[in-house]
C-alpha cells in the first residue's frame, strides 16, 4: 500500500496509524511556474530550478528528492492500493489536483481518498487511523475534476480557472479562490497576502514570528504557507520597494494602503502563478465582483 501526502509531519503522524510505505509531495505549486501538459520529470527539473532560485533549497538536493518521488509514483501500479491523504488548504489541493492529473492518465486499480478540513501534521494518530478507515474510492468525476484544475492552473490562461464548487472535492473551487486572491487588486495593485503583510507592519518593523502570524495565521482560514515562502515574500516587497531595509512602510506603501497608488504604476518583479506570469499589473483580482478582470 502505497500512501501519498503533502510532507514530512504528515508521514510522522501517518506512519504511526497505518502501514505501507509513505511518499510525501513536497512542493509548494502555488509559487513559481507550473506548466500542465509536459512530462512529469520535465515539470519537476522546472520546479527545482525555482525553488533552488527562491533560496529554499539547493537545486540538486531538490532534483534528487523529485527523482526519487516521481520514480515511486511511477511505480504506483505495483501497489494493490494507493491513498492520497490531503488538507483543505490551497497548498494541498494544488498538489491533490496535481496527482488526480496523474491518475487520471495513468489508473489504479484501487485508489482512496482522505481529505478533511483537519491538518494532519496536528492530527493524532488515533484520528488518522479513523479517517483511514473512512477513506473513499476516488470516483471518475473526481478524477476529471482534478485535472480540469490542474491544466487550468498550469495554463497561461487563468481566466480557465474555476472557484464554482465540485461535491466530490468541496475544497478545491475555494482554494482556486484563493490562489486568484494572489493577483493585483483592483486599486492598489497588491495581492491579498501583499496588503495582509504591510497592514500588519503599519504600526512599525516586527520580528518575523509576529508578521508571521499576524499576516498569515490570524488573517487566513485555512492556512497554507510556510515561513520559508513567507519570508520569500518580504524580500520581493523590499525589492518592490514597499519595504525599507529595517522592514518598514515605504511611503510608497503606505500611498497603496491609503487607497492614493498603484503599485503596477512603476514596473514590478514578475511572480508566476501557475502557468501564467504576472508581470505587468493588467490581470487584476476585482474583490466586489471576486473574478478576475483585464484591465
Known amino acids: 500500500m502505497l500512501h501519498i501526502t503533502n510532507g514530512d509531519l504528515a508521514v510522522e503522524v501517518l506512519s504511526r496509524a497505518v502501514q505501507g510505505e509513505f511518499l510525501p509531495w513536497r512542493d ?3 509559487e513559481g511556474p507550473v506548466h500542465a501538459g509536459i512530462p512529469l ?4 527539473h522546472r520546479r527545482a530550478a525555482f525553488i533552488a532560485a527562491a ?14 518521488r516521481d520514480r515511486t509514483l511511477r511505480s504506483a501500479a505495483a501497489h494493490e492500493e494507493v491513498v492520497l491523504w490531503f488538507e ?3 497548498y494541498d489541493q494544488l498538489q491533490l489536483a496535481q496527482l488526480l492529473d496523474w491518475f487520471c492518465a495513468h489508473p489504479h486499480a484501487r485508489l482512496t ?3 478533511e478540513a483537519e491538518y494532519l501534521g496536528a492530527m493524532t494518530p488515533a484520528r488518522a487511523a479513523e479517517l483511514f478507515r473512512r477513506r473513499g474510492a476516488v470516483s471518475a468525476g473526481q478524477l476529471e475534476a482534478g485535472s480540469a484544475a490542474w491544466g487550468a492552473f498550469g495554463s497561461a490562461n487563468p481566466f480557465r480557472i474555476s472557484t464554482s464548487p465540485h461535491a466530490g472535492l468541496p475544497f478545491l473551487g475555494p482554494s ?3 490562489l486568484l486572491e494572489e493577483y493585483p487588486w483592483s486599486g492598489d495593485g497588491l495581492s491579498r497576502l501583499e496588503r495582509q503583510a504591510l497592514e500588519a507592519l503599519r504600526g512599525g518593523p516586527l520580528p518575523f514570528a509576529e508578521l508571521f502570524a499576524r499576516a498569515h495565521h490570524r488573517c487566513e482560514d485555512p492556512v497554507f504557507l510556510g515561513d520559508a515562502v513567507f519570508a520569500w515574500h518580504l524580500g520581493r516587497l523590499a525589492a518592490d520597494g514597499l519595504l525599507d531595509g529595517n522592514g518598514a512602510l515605504t511611503q510608497k506603501a503606505r500611498d497603496a494602503l491609503d487607497g492614493k497608488a498603484d503599485t503596477w504604476a512603476q514596473p514590478r518583479a514578475a511572480r508566476w502563478l501557475g502557468g501564467y506570469e504576472v508581470k505587468d499589473g493588467r490581470l487584476r483580482w476585482d474583490p466586489t465582483l471576486a473574478r478576475l478582470v483585464r484591465t
Do not use: N
Open 28 to 30: 509548494a505549486l502555488h
Open 41 to 44: 520529470e520535465d515539470l519537476s
Open 55 to 68: 533560496g529554499w533549497a539547493p537545486q540538486r538536493r531538490v532534483e534528487d528528492e523529485f527523482r526519487d
Open 88 to 90: 483543505h488548504d490551497l
Open 113 to 115: 481518498l482522505v481529505c
Open 176 to 178: 482556486m479562490q484563493r
